[in-house]
C-alpha cells in the first residue's frame, strides 16, 4: 500500500460546483454509480432502488441537526459568536467561539437573535408563552480541559430549550447565504429523531418518505444508529504525514436491534450498506469494539480515522455525496474504493457538471478495489 500524503487528496473544484441549494426535490438529485473495477455510471438518484437487493441493510444515521449557532454580545458590547459542539448536560455544552478577544472564564454572555435569519423558534424569549427557566444569557465557564480550541458553557435552562429561540442552524462555510426557511427543512433528514449534530449526514439528505416506502416495499430492510456529527469531523487537516492528525471524538450509539440485524444480514449473504460516512464510522468502530471482545452494540465515542489502507470490518457498501479537498472525508472514500478509482470518479464528476457537497448529488461505492 503506497504511502499517501496530505497533497495526495487536493483537486481543482469549480465554485460554480458548489451547490447552494438543495434539488427541486429530496430525490432530484443525480448518482455516479462506482463499482468495483467497473465503468462509472451516471444515473439518477432513484436508480439506487435497483442497486440493492432484498438481502440488503441500508443502515442510517437518525442523529438530528440543532440550531447550534448562537450569537451575543460581551458586557463590553464586543460580539461573539458561538457554535455548540457537544450538549454535555441537560444545561451545559461545550463550543467553539469567535470574537476580536476571547472571553474570560465567568463572562457572561447576551444571546441575540440574528436579524434576518431563519430560526426554528417556536417559543418567545421573553412574554407570553416564554419558559420560566430561559434566560437570554449565558456563561462562559472557561476552555475545554479535552479541547484547547473549545470553552465550556452554561445556560439558565436546558440547552435544547436556547437553542430552539436563540440558535440558528450552522449551514458550512461554502454555503453563502443566511439560513433561509427552506434550509431549515432541506439541511436535516426526513427520519432525523435524536437532537445533536452541528452538520447534517449528508447522504440522508436525498431520502424523502416515499422512496423509503419503496425501499420497504421492495424488501429491502433498514436499520437505524446515532453518531452526533461534531465540527471536529470538518476540521482541516494540518500536517502533509496523515499519522500526525487527530480526529475529534463523537458519541456515537448502536442498539442491539441493529446489531442484530447486521447479524442477520452477514448470515444471508446480504451487504450492509451504509448511508453516509457517519454510518460507516459508526459501524466500523462497532465491529473494532466487537473483535476487542467488546458487545456490538452499545455507545461510544469514536475517532477512527480512515485512510487507505484501512481494512474494513464491517461495510460492504456506500452511499455518500461528494467531499472537500484534502477532507477526513475524502482520505475515507479513498480508502474503501481504492484510491485511483475516487481519482479517477472525482475527476469524471467534476466533466460532467456533478454538484458537491452538503446539497451536492450523491454517488454509490458498491465494494471495494484495490
Given at each position: ?244 492528525h487527530r480526529m475529534h471524538a463523537e458519541w456515537c450509539s448502536l442498539s442491539p436491534q ?111 478495489s484495490t
Amino acid at each position: 500500500m503506497p504511502s499517501y500524503r496530505l497533497s495526495d487528496f487536493d483537486f481543482d473544484l469549480p465554485d460554480a460546483l458548489i451547490a447552494q441549494k438543495p434539488a427541486a426535490t429530496r430525490t432530484a438529485s443525480r448518482l455516479l454509480h462506482v463499482p468495483p473495477g467497473g465503468p462509472l455510471v451516471d444515473r439518477q438518484f432513484t436508480d439506487l432502488l435497483a442497486l440493492l437487493q432484498p438481502e440488503d441493510l441500508l443502515v442510517f444515521n437518525n442523529s438530528k441537526v440543532i440550531p447550534a449557532r448562537l450569537h451575543a454580545r460581551k458586557p463590553t458590547g464586543g460580539q461573539v459568536e458561538l457554535l455548540i459542539e457537544r450538549i454535555t448536560g441537560i444545561d451545559s455544552a461545550t463550543a467553539l467561539l469567535r470574537a476580536s478577544k476571547k472571553p474570560a472564564a465567568g463572562t457572561r454572555l447576551i444571546l441575540e437573535v440574528p436579524d434576518g435569519a431563519a430560526i426554528p423558534a417556536t417559543r418567545p424569549a421573553s412574554g407570553p408563552g416564554a419558559l420560566p427557566h430561559l434566560h437570554d444569557a449565558v456563561v462562559v465557564l472557561g476552555r475545554d480541559p479535552a479541547a484547547d480550541d473549545r470553552f465550556v458553557l452554561q445556560f439558565s435552562g436546558p440547552v435544547l430549550d436556547h437553542l430552539e429561540v436563540f440558535g440558528q442552524l450552522p449551514l458550512p462555510p461554502y454555503i453563502g447565504h443566511a439560513p433561509s426557511a427552506e434550509d431549515l427543512d432541506r439541511y436535516q433528514t426526513v427520519y432525523a429523531q435524536h437532537a445533536g449534530s452541528v452538520a447534517a449526514p449528508t447522504a440522508g439528505l436525498h431520502f424523502d418518505h416515499a422512496f423509503l416506502r419503496a425501499l420497504s416495499e421492495k424488501g429491502i430492510a433498514r436499520a437505524d444508529l446515532t453518531l452526533h456529527v461534531g465540527s471536529g469531523t470538518f476540521a482541516p487537516v494540518r500536517h502533509e504525514d496523515l499519522s500526525a492528525h487527530r480526529m475529534h471524538a463523537e458519541w456515537c450509539s448502536l442498539s442491539p436491534q441493529t446489531a442484530e440485524a447486521l447479524l442477520r444480514t452477514r448470515a444471508r449473504g446480504g451487504r450492509v450498506v451504509a448511508v453516509g460516512t457517519t454510518s460507516l464510522r459508526t459501524l466500523e468502530s462497532a465491529a473494532a469494539r466487537a473483535e476487542q471482545g467488546l458487545p456490538l452494540h452499545g455507545h461510544w465515542e469514536t475517532s477512527l480515522f480512515i485512510t487507505p489502507g484501512y481494512r474494513f470490518r464491517m461495510v460492504d457498501a456506500l452511499l455518500t455525496n461528494f467531499h472537500l479537498p484534502k477532507s477526513t472525508l475524502l482520505m475515507l472514500v479513498s480508502a474503501f474504493a481504492g484510491y485511483e478509482t475516487i481519482r479517477h470518479a472525482y475527476r469524471h464528476a467534476i466533466d460532467k457538471r456533478y454538484r458537491f457537497f452538503s446539497y451536492g448529488d450523491a454517488m454509490f461505492l458498491s465494494g471495494r478495489s484495490t
